[in-house]
């Protein structure tokens, strides 16, 4: 039979009540479930020292950090201030709603700072209408911060689009695309038309357009616009063999450019 031992709280942390709030309540623990817990304890800490020596030795995750360090001291050389006005909230214009490729670095093709823009990012800038992530971003930054401007963001040469105009099995991407897909399908005989280097990114635009309809009709954007708000939605495609952001002209900025039939009471 295992012995017992009275262990205080004091003693382990991970193994204590507090009785009314107040008071520390001993416990009966066996030496066993000390021991076992103290491994816990042993085990967790090796995790944390390899995971160390990985990250001392890794050039990629030095460079980041060295370079993040190397950008504080540039920012408050020229501002002291800086961070601690960046910590005291934001209020940016922008929402930002785009793919997450590493190649779309919304700050740098944009040029704008920390605090400036919002942003939402998915596998081929999608916006389904019962995506709660996406949703949630949404009523936050209309609702709350009460952006000005939500840009609806694809790109060319989009790996998520052509994997859904293709019939190779991507994973549970399989399930995410799906529905660019069907937009496939739907214009099939216009983006076929087109030149074979040139039908992905048709695509992708349409996907863009998509995303526009889809925002503008959420009740969050359409009570904006009831308030009297200025708020815009736009459509953009970032074209990454120049660099530049091509306006697709399809920005909704009323309750006037929607059905009648999405407007609810």
Known sequence: MARSCTIMPHMIGALF????????????????????????FSHTRKRRIMASEVQG?????????????????????????????????????????GCSDSRMAVDVLTQTKPGDVFIHRNIA?????????????????????????????????????????SNSSVGILDHWLRPVKDLYV?????????????????????????????????PVVLDAWKEGRE??????MLQLHTGLLKDLDVSVTSSKQVENIFQLN
Not at 17 to 32: A, C, F, M, Q, W
Not at 82 to 94: D, E, I, M, V, W
Not at 205 to 216: H, K
């Open 17 to 40: 009540e507090i009785h009314n709030g107040k008071s520390y309540v001993p416990l009966r623990v066996t030496e066993d479930m000390v021991g076992r817990k103290l491994g816990e």
């Open 57 to 97: 030795s890794n050039s990629t995750i030095q460079n980041v950090i060295q370079n993040n360090k190397d950008w504080v001291a540039e920012v408050q050389a020229n501002n002291p201030d800086y961070f601690t006005n960046l910590a005291k909230g934001q209020s940016p214009k922008l929402l930002w709603i």
């Open 125 to 165: 800038n999608r916006i389904p209408s019962e995506d709660l992530s996406a949703l949630s971003v949404i009523e936050y930054a209309v609702k709350h911060l009460k952006v000005e401007h939500v840009i609806v963001a694809g790109h060319t040469s989009c790996g998520g689009i052509k994997a859904a105009m």
């Open 186 to 218: 739907a214009n099939q005989q216009e983006i076929d038309a087109l030149p074979e280097a040139e039908r992905a990114d048709r695509l992708g635009e349409l996907n863009v357009i998509q995303g526009v309809n889809t925002v503008s009709k959420l």
């Open 231 to 236: 708020l815009y939605v736009h459509g953009w």
